[in-house]
């Protein structure tokens, strides 16, 4: 369990790292959008990693996680949104590792 816990973290600190680039762009788009328009090839890069990669791999290591430390379902559910919501997903990550994974 300690290896799913821990490659659990590891995903929600890099989904949420990325998660946190994108909020920049958004905030970037509205602040200089000149400088937005030159950071296109990056944008999407982060963008798709996010979305296309990072995310079904997180989405994995909760589904990992919760049959081995048999967390309930709707915690489960959390997780997953925690990798829509900006910070939710660091917080979420010390939430479950403080609360709700058993300690031997």
Request: hydrophobic residues 55%; aromatic residues 16%.
């Amino acid at each position: 369990m300690e290896k799913a816990l821990r490659f659990y973290k590891v995903m929600a600190y890099i989904t949420g790292s990325t998660l946190l680039l994108l909020m920049f762009f958004v905030l970037l788009h509205s602040v200089n959008k000149s400088l937005w328009e030159s950071m296109s090839i990056f944008r999407s890069v982060i963008g798709i990693g996010h979305g296309l990669v990072l995310y079904p791999i997180y989405m994995a290591a909760c589904f990992n996680l919760i049959l081995k430390a048999r967390i309930k379902f709707v915690y489960f559910i959390l997780m997953l949104l925690a990798g829509f919501v900006p910070f939710l997903a660091f917080v979420m990550e010390r939430y479950t590792e403080k609360n709700l994974v058993p300690r031997r």
